[in-house]
């Protein structure tokens, strides 16, 4: 099974309407494991956090059952989102939920289905994480001579040679020499 | 007769001599990315630019765009990795960014975070001209929600990775705030990138997308 994430473009459309928790999210470095297609946002919440999910799975259908029943949240609809070819949905986590990783699914009208996982925390267990320190963000690719470049100047410089050559040429023709 | 004239052949070798010069010398000498200067990296000073904008609900940012250097390109959610510190993007995928998705949504009152790569394997990627980025440029991004948000460079500086201010870059903010991070600060062959180039931005506007 693919990381969406890292993997497939389509995830990259993301689509998905606000929503009304941000705090709370949980300390867990690690990134929450994906099923095929179905977005979770936030992917950690804490027990009565409103979730969106949004895939892109249904893409024909325009709108697509969702089921978050593992969690005690039942089923819900997702229909269609203001970005193109994907439906979006939200659910309310109960407030008795227990902590731990629940897979959400979403089946559309065709037969293709969906699904990701949602981590829940513990309320209170701990603040947004920030990252820290810096970002690994460059492998030093764009440094160094830029060989095409160097042979395209090379290249100009050859002709400019040339030109040269050729004027002394005609200049010794016009002096009889 | 058609005979070219000793003054074509003079102008185009002219041209070819001042060309090819100018592609040897910058085509071997590989200067890197810009760098942003001191003064970008203090505070803008408050002024027409700087005015704030109320903050926006928290909606999944899709795409960012950067007029001033010419930055367009999706956004991918990151997480952290195994020693705490931001993931980034699949380095592959030239131009795409990405943005911290268990923080601040771009809007969202609080610091909202996108990183990208400066260059990969094959040359210069998504945000290699970053640290070109001046007090009062513009930064938009496009949310989920049928948005724009609008942000406004305040500061770009350049950090060690040895001495990396965390609060200052990660920290939470009271009103909008975006960190636009990438690579940068010299580079050598045994440690790579020595930092980060930050840009520090705030939300000026919202508008719906276009």
């Given amino acids: 099974?693919?990381?969406?994430?890292?993997?497939?473009?389509?995830?990259?459309?993301?689509?998905?309407?606000?929503?009304?928790?941000?705090?709370?999210?949980?300390?867990?470095?690690?990134?929450?494991?994906?099923?095929?297609?179905?977005?979770?946002?936030?992917?950690?919440?804490?027990?009565?956090?409103?979730?969106?999910?949004?895939?892109?799975?249904?893409?024909e259908d325009g709108a697509a059952d969702g089921d978050a029943s593992a969690v005690g949240a039942g089923a819900f609809t997702l229909a269609p989102s203001a970005h193109e070819e994907e439906v979006i949905g939200q659910f309310q986590v109960?407030?008795?939920?227990?902590?731990?990783?629940?897979?959400?699914?979403?089946?559309?009208?065709s037969g293709a289905e969906a699904s990701g996982d949602l981590v829940l925390s513990?309320?209170?267990?701990?603040?947004?994480?920030?990252?820290?320190?810096?970002?690994?963000?460059?492998?030093?690719?764009?440094?160094?001579?830029?060989?095409?470049q160097t042979t395209a100047g090379v290249a100009a410089l050859a002709v400019a040679a040339a030109g040269g050559t050729w004027l002394l040429h005609r200049r010794a023709q016009a002096t009889g020499i | 007769m058609h005979r070219i004239s000793n003054r074509s052949i003079a102008l185009v070798s002219v041209l070819a001599l001042c060309s090819g010069a100018w592609l040897v010398h910058s085509g071997t000498?590989?200067?890197?990315?810009?760098?942003?200067?001191?003064?970008?990296?203090?505070?803008?000073?408050?002024?027409?630019?700087?005015?704030?904008?109320?903050?926006?609900?928290?909606?999944?940012?899709?795409?960012?765009?950067?007029?001033?250097?010419?930055?367009?390109?999706?956004?991918?959610?990151?997480?952290?990795?195994?020693?705490?510190?931001?993931?980034?993007?699949?380095?592959?995928?030239?131009?795409?960014?990405?943005?911290?998705?268990?923080?601040?949504?771009?809007?969202?009152?609080?610091?909202?975070?996108?990183?990208?790569?400066?260059?990969?394997?094959?040359?210069?990627?998504?945000?290699?001209?970053?640290?070109?980025?001046?007090?009062?440029?513009?930064?938009?991004?496009?949310?989920a929600d049928g948005n724009t948000a609008v942000f406004t460079v305040d500061a770009v500086a350049v950090y060690s990775s040895r001495d990396f201010p965390d609060e200052k870059v990660y920290g939470p903010a009271a009103r909008p705030e975006l960190r636009v991070i990438t690579c940068g600060g010299g580079w050598s062959e045994r440690t790579g990138y020595r930092g980060n180039v930050v840009v520090f931005a705030h939300l000026t506007a919202a508008r719906p997308r276009r």
């Fill in chain 1, 1 to 59: 099974m693919r990381q969406v994430r890292m993997l497939a473009p389509a995830a990259l459309a993301l689509g998905a309407a606000g929503l009304s928790v941000t705090a709370g999210l949980a300390a867990a470095p690690a990134r929450a494991a994906e099923g095929p297609g179905l977005r979770v946002y936030p992917a950690t919440a804490e027990p009565g956090a409103t979730v969106t999910v949004n895939t892109a799975a249904c893409a």
């Fill in chain 1, 94 to 109: 109960p407030a008795s939920a227990q902590p731990g990783t629940y897979e959400i699914r979403a089946s559309c009208p």
């Fill in chain 1, 122 to 148: 513990l309320a209170g267990a701990g603040e947004a994480v920030h990252p820290r320190g810096h970002v690994q963000s460059g492998v030093g690719g764009a440094l160094g001579p830029d060989p095409v």
């Fill in chain 2, 29 to 143: 000498s590989g200067e890197g990315p810009p760098q942003p200067s001191a003064a970008q990296a203090a505070p803008a000073r408050p002024g027409a630019g700087s005015r704030e904008a109320a903050g926006l609900a928290a909606s999944v940012p899709e795409r960012i765009r950067v007029p001033s250097i010419r930055v367009d390109a999706p956004l991918t959610g990151l997480g952290l990795t195994r020693s705490g510190s931001l993931d980034v993007p699949p380095p592959e995928r030239k131009n795409l960014a990405g943005w911290y998705e268990r923080g601040t949504t771009p809007g969202e009152p609080g610091t909202a975070i996108v990183a990208g790569h400066v260059d990969n394997a094959r040359g210069p990627a998504v945000f290699y001209r970053l640290g070109a980025l001046r007090h009062g440029d513009r930064i938009e991004v496009d949310r």
